[in-house]
């Protein structure tokens, strides 16, 4: 529940320029689609996944971590991370079946990304159904769970003797490919006015030093 007059307070500690900028971003963010990094032991890999889902307006990362820690390196993820809303699954057992399961809950088709030869090409790719794309660890790829469970196959065609890309650029290509036409759809992609009106004010509380300070300040005062 957002306190609206908390709310209303905080903002005067940020600029006009960011909280529009912050309307701006929020009106280009989308749940339709998201993306998953299953055991992606790469940091560089996984910061550079995470920049793309900001850069391409993806509101949630899933990330199973059932034998690597997921760290993001500032360096190349440049601050996106503050932005995006990361699920974990992290426990000693069952992450990717848990992380399967709250997807499922969420109302996402399983997409895993293989280049096998009943995957279906990106061109190809529907988008109108809710989809979670699941990325998996260097040279793996995506688990034999998920690969069972999945609800479809996605690759991207390729005509050079490499088999396979390198999946911060995999997925950059795929992002880019599915929002650009998700944004010249009909579909209802858009998040709700309540979504983004809680990842608002978040993102407003991040953006201000001592802030619990300023709310102890703010709820003795009344």
């Known amino acids: 529940m957002i306190d609206e007059k908390l709310l209303e307070y905080l903002e005067g500690f940020v600029t006009e320029n960011r909280k529009q900028t912050f309307k701006e971003v929020l009106e280009n963010r989308t749940r339709h689609f998201s993306v998953v990094l299953e055991n992606v032991f790469q940091p560089h890999n996984a910061s550079a996944v995470v920049r793309s889902c900001d850069i391409f307006g993806i509101q949630d990362v899933y990330t199973v971590e059932n034998s690597y820690i997921n760290k993001v390196s500032r360096k190349i993820a440049k601050g996106s991370q503050k932005w995006l809303d990361f699920h974990r699954f992290k426990t000693e057992n069952k992450n990717t079946q848990e992380c399967y399961d709250e997807l499922k809950k969420d109302g996402y088709q399983v997409i895993a990304t293989t280049p096998h030869n ?105």
């Open 118 to 222: 009943d995957s279906c090409f990106l061109s190809d790719f529907d988008i109108s159904k809710k989809s979670a794309f699941v990325f998996g660890v260097e040279k793996e790829g995506v688990s034999d769970f998920m690969m069972e469970k999945a609800d479809g196959f996605l690759k991207i065609p390729m005509v050079g003797f490499t088999e396979s890309l390198n999946i911060s650029v995999a997925a950059a290509i795929i992002l880019q490919d599915v929002t650009t036409r998700l944004r010249k759809s009909d579909i209802n992609w858009k998040l709700s006015s309540l979504e983004q009106k809680e990842i608002y004010s978040r993102w407003i509380e991040s953006s201000i030093k001592n802030v619990d300070k300023h709310k102890s300040f703010f709820y003795n005062q009344e």
